[in-house]
């Protein structure tokens, strides 16, 4: 009794354990999506078979270490085996697997099938170490926060510029890899509009500043959506304070336009870095690790590679005038 | 364990260092794998050690983001080629002929050479760390990252020269072993009187033989791709990098095997023997052996489920994975079934057994939940997959190898190590680990990946990267008190005795450590259980003749020549022709000594 006591008490602090970390911003365990309730379907199914297989064993395994353990005049029964019970007992071990295998099979029609007509096309695609993200019915090219309407299929078309990565939206939808060279395709349909973005960040290894390639998903209502696309499609703002106007001409000046394109601007049109026609609109800068304010843009112009590792961004030796007219342009292109 | 060498080995001489060079003992190769296994398994745990001081708080600065990746690749690689694999090499060297009653290998120089080119394989990967340049591209080195574009420092070129000279070294043990097992048996050790052990060496060797090759070509691809301007995983030149991944899974899955099988056989092995009774359903478990070896070669594609494969393929490899839980699963039944009833010796060894079962299962079934491809899109390339791989490679394939430690160190050394301070090591190994790895199911559940030096604050991933900190320390310091162990120990007087188990297989029938030649009298073997067989029937040991006319194969220096003509050519193929040029003349050199060789 003491071994199932043992196995009891560990079973409910396991539960606790598994059910506190469901409950973080990036966790897998909370389905927002269609996507994400299918595999969450299987998930459950999978999760609880597992946990009584666990439990079952190790319950045995104590058991009989405790009801067999060396003790005073015991012999050791001489057998070698049972036919008729291991031929029995390899049911069960087919029975659990057939039973995950079903929901399984039923979850992966669903999530690689076609997606639904009418769907609304995103084509993400990798770059080391942010996401880039095209509306190809918008005209929008932006960077590392992703909008999509509730209710309405996404359709995402994924593509990598250099190595491999992974699209993963723990809450939204499960992970597809971006390949050089190839094209995937995932969709899901997001449930409710929310202001709190969903986290996410990449998840396959691609070298110095994985680590640092995160993105978000904004689930906004269809006309918190309309907007939203109305207003990315448009040209950037013109700058308006002087600070600003100096901070156009020192992103040309100190060769930002070689690598990025600000619509509006006729100078800048550099494909290789974030679009950053409207990063001013945006909640965070470097692909997601920091937040979008004058402190840390100060912080990652004035050392790229000191803040993400590797960065393609190289130290352009601003100066602190430099950094700051910088940054009041960036601010300013709402 | 540096000092075990000497210890283990004949009296001292000015001569010990030259017969530990020239040996083909298969006893001496195989105390030469453990210690080299052993001493690379505690350059894995500093790394391992260092990556978990880094992630012990969100935004650490222990290490930079290019160490980290340098430190997580080097883990693996270490982890899995130069400590697992070597350490359970170590004990198909030395029990092999003393499993199935012969006197050595079929062939004892090329089993020295085989060491030799592994030492080789295993110097050429981690002095990458003295250049600064270890490998950082993970141990599954994913194409196109791992090119030269990507990745343009000599580190990768350490990673293909390194795993090929590795590689090298074990195609030719695994032939070596598997022809041993096939030709060298004793009179009446039919198939299926085999140790269970020695099936799984069995199994391991063919998967091995058929599974290297594939890496081989791999990675010499990847090292034309890299220095000679081919382009086999590069896009847009036509070539894939979908192509690595298949090629690396189709030898990275049956490694896995290879890894944990030897475990299984060892559990199999000492559950009998300290349980007093005979395996459960031996049958059972040795076909269940070779079905997951069998199986082990259609699964790969698990590993790829977020590739875009498609639908058909995801349910094909979603089935064929699941179904590897089935001879998985009869086989922990076997093992309950073999302590069911018995009369169980509470050793250190059966802890560690007992322990393998337990951490293990968590592996196994972690395993078959991510087998299933939609819950894989959560799971892979998280946390939660790192604890799956530590369950099974450390919960498994280590506990395992610890509780063959314990049980036949005796016999390797005549001396038992303290059951005492075993115990309490095992404890510290066990709460260690399960408060390291453990917590890594949460983490992947709460969405951290794996391969990340850094985290926010902001994610709810604090407090159990925390936890798992604090673990890898406790499992030091098991690490440490098992050392001491055997420190320890071999300062004492070898009192074990020649079975102090009560064993089952021939290995208890000779002295312990074994002579040179393993048994004076070649035994005959009754039963599956020899040794049992023959107490229970009163059949004494066979007489010691007088005189014993014995032929052994003499010392050869050739292996280890041959051995530093490879190491020669794998440096060279990181620096100069030269150099190369020269490892082909030493070679050459070798092979032809080797060739003229007198054997008597």
């Not at chain 1, 666990?54 to 009801?67: A, E, G, H, S, V």
């Not at chain 2, 020649?498 to 005959?524: K, Q, R, Y």
């Not at chain 2, 052994?552 to 530093?564: C, E, K």
Request: aromatic content about 14%; glycine content about 10%.
């Amino acid at each position: 009794m003491f071994s199932g006591a043992v196995v009891g008490v560990l079973s409910y602090l396991l539960y606790l354990a598994f059910a506190d970390s469901a409950n973080t911003p990036q966790s897998t365990w909370m389905p927002m999506s269609d996507n994400t309730d299918n595999i969450h379907a299987v998930y459950q199914v999978v999760f609880y078979l597992a946990a009584a297989v666990f439990i079952l064993i190790l319950f045995l395994t104590l058991l009989f270490t405790l009801m067999f353990r060396e003790r005073e005049g015991a012999v050791a029964q001489q057998f070698h085996g049972n036919s008729k019970l291991e031929v029995l007992l390899v049911g069960v071990p087919v029975l659990i697997v057939v039973a995950m295998m079903v929901p399984s099979f039923k979850a992966i029609a669903q999530n690689t099938a076609d997606p639904p007509k009418g769907a609304l096309e995103v084509v993400a695609i990798g770059h080391q170490w942010w996401f880039e993200f095209q509306y190809p019915e918008f005209g929008i090219t932006t960077a590392n926060e992703l909008h999509v309407p509730a209710g309405r299929a996404v359709s995402v078309t994924l593509k990598s510029n250099d190595v491999i990565h992974s699209f993963w939206v723990p809450q939204l939808v499960g992970k597809v890899d971006m390949v050089p060279g190839h094209t995937n395709h995932l969709w899901f349909t997001p449930d409710t509009a929310r202001d709190e973005a969903y986290l996410a960040q990449c998840a396959e290894f691609c070298g110095a500043s994985h680590a640092n390639m995160r993105f978000r998903v904004f689930v906004d209502t269809e006309a918190k959506f309309s907007d939203w696309t109305k207003a990315t499609a448009a040209d950037a703002a013109k700058p308006a304070s002087e600070l600003a106007k100096a901070g156009e001409q020192q992103f040309t000046a100190s060769g930002c336009i070689g690598c990025h394109t600000v619509k509006g601007n006729p100078l800048a049109q550099g494909k290789a870095g974030p679009n950053l026609t409207h990063i001013g609109s945006r909640t965070t800068i470097a692909s997601g690790i920091l937040p979008n304010s004058a402190e840390p843009m100060h912080k990652w112009l004035a050392n790229p590679p000191a803040v993400k590792p590797g960065s393609k961004m190289p130290n352009l030796a601003l100066t602190e005038e430099q950094i700051q007219k910088l940054t009041a342009y960036l601010e300013s292109l709402k | 364990m540096a000092t075990a060498v000497g210890t283990v080995g004949h009296t001292h001489e000015e001569s010990t260092v030259w017969k530990w060079l020239t040996t083909v003992d298969h006893k001496k190769i195989g105390v030469l794998y453990l210690v080299t296994g052993f001493a690379f398994f505690l350059i894995g745990g500093i790394e391992a050690v260092l990556i978990r001081t880094q992630l012990a708080v969100p935004n650490g600065t222990v290490l930079d983001a290019g160490l980290y990746n340098q430190l997580f690749t080097m883990h693996a690689l270490t982890m899995i080629f130069l400590a697992i694999m070597p350490m359970g090499a170590a004990f198909f060297n030395y029990f092999i002929p003393l499993h199935i009653g012969a006197r050595d290998v079929a062939f004892p120089r090329l089993n020295a050479l085989s060491y030799w080119v592994l030492l080789s394989g295993g110097l050429i990967l981690t002095s990458s760390f003295l250049f600064g340049e270890a490998p950082d591209g993970g141990w599954f080195a994913y194409a196109p990252l791992t090119d030269e574009t990507f990745s343009p420092n000599k580190g990768l070129d350490f990673y293909t020269v390194g795993l090929v000279v590795a590689g090298l070294a074990s195609l030719m043990s695994s032939l070596n072993f598997a022809v041993t097992i096939i030709n060298m048996r004793a009179p009446g050790m039919t198939m299926m009187r085999l140790p269970v052990y020695m099936w799984m060496t069995f199994v391991v060797a063919f998967l091995l033989i058929l599974s290297l090759p594939v890496i081989t070509v791999a990675l010499l691809q990847l090292y034309f791709d890299r220095n000679f301007g081919t382009h086999f995983f590069t896009p847009g030149t036509g070539g894939d990098p979908i192509l690595w991944q298949h090629l690396f899974w189709v030898f990275g899955h049956p490694e896995v095997y290879v890894l944990i099988l030897p475990s299984m056989g060892i559990v199999s092995e000492v559950l009998p023997v300290m349980s007093r009774k005979p395996l459960f359903g031996y049958t059972a478990i040795v076909m269940a052996g070779a079905a997951i070896g069998v199986l082990g070669f259609g699964v790969w594609s698990h590993h790829m489920y977020t590739t875009g494969l498609g639908t058909v393929p995801q349910y094909v490899f979603s089935a064929s994975t699941m179904a590897i839980g089935v001879p998985t699963g009869v086989k922990v039944f076997n093992w309950l079934g073999t302590m069911y009833g018995g009369n169980i010796r509470m050793t250190t060894a059966t802890y560690y057994s007992i322990g393998f079962i337990a951490l293990f299962t968590i592996g196994g079934i972690s395993g078959v939940m991510h087998a299933s491809p939609p819950v894989d899109g959560q799971h892979q390339d998280s946390y939660f997959i790192v604890a799956h791989i530590h369950y099974v490679l450390f919960g498994g394939a280590i506990m395992g190898i610890f509780s063959g430690l314990f049980y036949w160190f005796p016999k390797m050394t005549g001396r038992l190590l303290d059951e005492t301070w075993g115990k309490i090591g095992f404890w510290f190994l066990f709460v260690g680990m399960n408060l390291t790895f453990f917590p890594m199911h949460f983490l992947g559940l709460a969405g951290m990946p794996r391969r990340i030096y850094t985290y926010d604050a902001d994610l709810g991933w604090d407090t159990w990267n925390f936890v798992a900190t604090i673990g890898v320390y406790i499992l030091v310091v098991g690490i440490l008190l098992f050392m001491l162990n055997v420190f320890m120990t071999l300062r004492k007087p070898a009192t074990a005795g020649d079975d102090p188990w009560g064993g089952a297989t021939l290995e208890w029938a000779t002295s312990s450590p074994p002579p040179e030649h393993n048994f004076d009298v070649v035994p005959v073997v009754r039963d599956r259980d020899p040794l049992w067989y023959n107490r229970d029937h009163n059949i004494p040991m066979p007489e010691r003749p007088a005189h014993l006319h014995i032929h052994m194969p003499p010392p050869s220096y050739f292996p280890l020549v041959l051995g530093i003509g490879i190491l020669l050519i794998g440096v060279g193929a990181l620096s100069s022709l030269a150099i190369t040029a020269l490892g082909v003349v030493v070679a050459y050199y070798a092979v032809w000594g080797w060739a003229l060789e007198p054997t008597e």
